[in-house]
């Protein structure tokens, strides 16, 4: 087994300064919301947005976390993207009319080669390599890899789905996949177990709860998945 028939479902992008991010996806973006959660006290999802056959997600964190000198190690590029842009926390944009949905990924990597193996031998992705780039396949958006420092890479998650997290978590360890935990984390949403690639970009395993799956963003999220099979 391993992820390639499993889309890329979620984007979490960290932010502090939860008015000032949404401006800059609402206004700027133009994408629309998905979902709100009212709670004060959960600072992980608190505003989802359709993007396609991704969905970008907010969690808050400490403004301690975002030094202005980092530069971001990941890009969005949105469908006919060609305005470099950088929101309030420094995440990275590629953007083109407003409401356009995301058409691909880019991460900087340090070391081409051993990206593309591990994305390649490891989760057992199709890629195709140039001599500075390659882009990597997944059931759903996809992921380009571009060889330079990899910059900040803790304010971002990229999710993959799974339907059985725990028959994919032991297929993927044998495989040479290390966890960034010991076992898989249960919470209302679901399951998930994390992982880095060479880098250090941080990303995920995700089985959605069936009470998830009911939510505003659960409709998105099967939309996803139907599109993938």
């Known amino acids: 087994m391993s992820l390639r028939d499993h ?7 960290e932010a502090h300064d939860l008015a000032a991010q949404r401006r800059f996806l609402e206004s700027d973006a133009g994408l629309p919301v998905l ?12 505003v989802k947005y359709e993007a396609g056959t991704v969905i970008l997600a907010l969690n808050l964190s ?3 976390r975002f ?10 590029v949105f469908a006919g993207g060609t305005e470099p842009r950088t929101d309030p926390h420094g995440h990275r944009y590629l953007l083109g009319a407003p409401g356009q949905p ?3 990924l880019r991460l900087r990597v340090d070391d081409l080669g ?3 193996a591990f994305y390649r031998d490891v989760l057992g992705l199709e890629c195709e390599r140039s001599a500075a780039t390659a882009t990597v396949r997944t059931a759903g958006v996809p992921l380009v890899l571009e060889q330079g420092p990899s910059g900040r890479h803790d304010t971002c ?5 799974t339907g059985d997290i725990r028959k994919l978590r032991d297929e993927l360890a044998g495989r040479g996949l290390r966890y960034s ?10 399951w998930t177990i994390r992982f880095t690639d060479p880098s250090g970009h941080r990303l995920c395993l995700y089985e959605p709860s069936e009470a998830a799956l009911r939510w505003d963003s659960g409709r998105a999220v099967r939309a996803i998945l139907a599109g993938s099979r």
Not at 35 to 46: C, K, L, N, S
Request: aromatic share 6%; proline share 9%; net charge negative.
């Open 62 to 64: 400490p403004a301690s």
């Open 67 to 76: 030094v202005p000198a980092a530069d971001e190690g990941l890009t969005m």
């Open 181 to 190: 935990g010991r076992d898989v984390g249960s919470k209302k949403i679901g």
């Open 114 to 116: 051993a990206s593309v």
């Open 35 to 46: 979902e709100t959660d009212p709670d004060p006290r959960h600072r992980h999802g608190v």
């Open 7 to 13: 889309p890329l479902l979620y984007v979490f992008l």
């Open 102 to 104: 995301v058409a691909e």
């Open 157 to 161: 998650l990229l999710v993959f789905h």
